[in-house]
């Protein structure tokens, strides 16, 4: 394929301030390729002076193999990269400038989280109210709010700043161990180039070409590192689709490049991946967000089958929907790797596994794990297993000393050579001997009290209170509560969804107990299935970015899964427009075919009646084949809903009161209103001496 007008325009824009808008499909990584290749064989510019800069590690092997083959032999180099490898690289060199070893550590989220339970114990905080994951976003928002000074205070050799709470304690350990973690490496390159000239001189001089993939997705930290290596040429070029930004929520700020002042402006809105109808659909959607640059995408290809929307009475149907398509289309010559299937959230895999297992299509959870095989599910799984039977070695081994309950590897080593020696299964064996030394400790008689306890009501306990109650009782549940993120939690509540799905289909028999749902989701849980070759892929929208399919499944389309309630409540208008980014992501997966699907019933958070999506309703019905039937009433419950959520965040759009009306606060008392701010939607009100703002839905007027 040649280079198109726009493409070829944004390839020989060298010099300045240049701003490549590219939308989905338009092929921004051929022209960032391109352009390397023209600055090296038509400008002359050694590679050595440029600097490629992606967002992963894949997106850079991709564009170092397709510059290679445009360039001469040893003309790539390890300057195409991800900014934090680039960091690495600069540290590397100039990190001994603060009296940092060459060979610092670089630790990753897993041994923060180690760092943060360390620190948290020296402090004794408590991990039942404050959890690791949320100690670590107190770190980072330490960092991002005046990186020089906590690199100066704590994290430089030799300081002694005395350290009065945890997060500085962790910032200590950091440094015992020269350590420093992703955000560390911005930081203090950032801290280098604005402290010794030196080090300035030499990095602004040598990158005379500075060029950015994915720029939507940087953060302001991640900008300025820019802008100081590109102060002395001037030549930076970024490229980017602000519709496309799905990572705001850890610190991406599209609306940097949305402003970015450029000496060249170009857009590339030449789709070749999708068709008509498919483009047409994620115009009108990411046409309802307002920070953005104005776009249209269109393309020359011809429609070759219109946009399916499917309404499903339950999850359960939903999931049969889209195996049996699948199955129908593979029939017709289709194949498996033709087909992906994409959700908001990875909790929702469950049942579209089952459903294409029943119909026997081989899946693949692209970038995750399937479902019975996360590490949350087994460990529960595995609890059922030994309060069914004795004889799940695997099962005990997982779960003994989970969560800890000192049953080490030594302890377990002496178990299994004494039930190797007895031919007994490794519970019997403990329940038989839990008197001798090697096992006569508190906690783990504690243990087999709570199997055994859990044995006497099993039979005729529906599994799913037997679960929880296993995991109230085993220390599970507050395990995933303090140092688990909140998609663990999610996994959890629809396990415990399936397993109420199973009681209500079993209710009649009498078979609701662990034993029966155990022997129903041994075929989900075989790990004897074959994991190569042409399979379906399954993913979260996160995941699927970058990727193309002729075919795209986009489930779960529930007002308050999808957009997610809780992204909205949390960022506000934020929220509700990377939700819709997503939307706009995953439809542009798709080049031939998509299918929209949601389901009625009740949600699992809240219990709420489900509706369907927003995101629907924004697409014109011209543009859609709507099957199953869904009654008006429930695009009506749609939109009630955004209506309630909304007022619920930016209070009723009826009425702004004045400065000077008397309002009440439940907390606050009587106060009075002093101005009101339309972009927060909130107001200013005085109490006494001090002013508050608050939003309206906390206010009464008097």
């Given at each position: ?91 590397r ?6 009296g ?5 550590l670089?630790?990753?989220e ?67 161990q ?17 402290h ?33 290596l590109?102060?002395?040429?001037g ?6 689709d ?27 809105n ?51 929907f ?28 469950r049942?579209i ?5 029943k ?136 396990l ?24 129903e ?77 949601e389901?009625?019933?009740y ?7 489900k ?53 009440s ?25 001090i002013?508050?703002n ?9």
């Open positions: 394929m040649r280079l198109n007008d726009h493409q070829r325009e944004a390839v020989e824009a060298t010099e300045g301030r240049v701003r490549v808008v590219a939308g989905a499909g338009s092929g921004k990584t051929r022209v960032l390729a391109h352009r390397f290749a023209y600055l090296v064989n038509e400008i002359g510019i050694s590679p050595s002076n440029i600097l490629c800069l992606t967002f992963t590690n894949k997106a850079a092997q991709e564009m170092k193999h397709r510059i290679a083959k445009m360039v001469d032999s040893g003309s790539v180099n390890d300057f195409i990269c991800t900014i934090h490898s680039f960091c690495v690289k600069f540290l060199r100039e990190i001994y400038r603060i940092y070893p060459k060979n610092f670089i630790i990753d897993e041994d923060a989280k180690g760092l943060a339970k360390q620190a948290m114990q020296d402090f004794g905080i408590d991990r039942k109210r404050t959890t690791a994951e949320r100690f670590l976003k107190g770190i980072a928002e330490l960092k991002g709010y005046e990186p020089d000074l906590y690199i100066t205070n704590f994290l430089m050799p030799g300081s002694d700043t005395e350290v009065r709470d945890a997060k500085e304690r962790y910032l200590k350990l950091q440094l015992k020269y350590a420093l973690d992703y955000d560390d490496l911005i930081y203090f390159t950032i801290h280098i180039l604005t010794y000239p030196e080090a300035y001189d030499y990095w602004t001089d040598k990158l005379n070409y500075i060029m950015v993939d994915e720029v939507q997705d940087l953060s302001g930290d991640d900008w300025k590192l820019l802008h100081l590109a102060q002395r040429h030549n930076l070029f970024v490229v980017g602000p519709d496309q930004a799905i990572y705001e929520w850890r610190g991406g700020n599209p609306r940097i490049f949305v402003d970015f002042k450029a000496r060249t402006d170009i857009i590339l030449r789709n070749y991946r999708s068709t008509p109808d498919i483009l047409d659909a994620a115009n009108s959607i990411i046409s309802n967000n307002q920070n953005r640059v104005p776009k249209e995408l269109f393309t020359s290809r011809l429609n070759e089958r219109k946009i399916t929307y499917h309404h499903c009475k339950s999850e359960k149907e939903e999931a049969a889209v195996a049996s398509t699948i199955a129908k289309e593979i029939k017709d010559g289709a194949k498996y790797h033709h087909f992906a299937v994409v959700y908001r959230s990875s909790f929702l895999s049942n596994e089952q459903a294409l297992l119909e026997q299509i081989p899946y693949t959870v692209w970038g995750g794990v399937r479902f019975f095989e996360r590490r949350e599910i087994k460990d529960i799984i595995s609890y059922l297993k030994i309060t069914v039977s004795d004889n799940d070695d695997l099962a005990f081994s997982r779960i003994a000393n989970v969560p800890s309950r000192k049953f080490g590897a030594v302890t377990l080593g002496k178990l299994r050579d004494r039930a190797e020696a007895e031919g007994l299964p490794l519970y019997t064996t403990l329940r038989k001997h839990i008197d001798d030394k090697d096992f006569n400790r508190p906690s783990i008689r504690r243990f087999v009290e709570l199997i055994e306890r859990a044995r006497t009501f099993s039979a005729e306990t529906p599994v799913s209170e037997l679960t929880d109650w296993l995991m109230k009782n085993s220390g599970l549940a507050d395990m995933y509560r303090t140092d688990e993120t909140e998609e663990r939690l999610e996994n959890i509540a629809e415990i969804n399936s397993m109420k799905e199973f009681e209500l289909t079993r209710f009649d028999e009498d078979e609701t107990d662990a034993g029966h749902y155990l022997q989701i041994a075929l989900y849980t075989n790990p004897d299935f074959e994991k190569d070759g042409s399979n379906v892929r399954l993913m979260t929208i996160h995941q699927s970015k970058g990727l193309e399919f002729p075919c795209v499944f986009i489930i779960g389309l529930t007002e308050g899964v999808f957009p997610n309630h809780r992204s909205i409540r949390e960022r506000r208008k934020d929220g509700e427009e990377e939700e819709r980014r997503l939307m706009y992501v995953a439809v542009t997966r798709a080049c031939d075919m998509l299918y929209l699907s389901s009625e019933g949600l699992n958070d809240t219990g709420a009646l509706y369907p999506s927003r995101f629907i309703g924004e697409i014109d019905t011209s543009l859609l084949d709507i099957e199953g039937n869904p009654d008006p009433k429930l695009l009506e419950g749609t939109r009630s809903m955004v209506k309630v959520l909304n007022d619920e965040i930016f209070g009723a759009k009826d009425e702004v009161w004045q400065s000077g009306t008397v309002v606060h439940k907390v606050f008392g009587e106060g009075i209103i002093k101005s009101y701010d339309p972009a927060a939607k909130s107001y200013r009100v005085k109490f006494g001496d002013i508050r608050l939003l309206p839905r906390v206010l009464n007027k008097l």
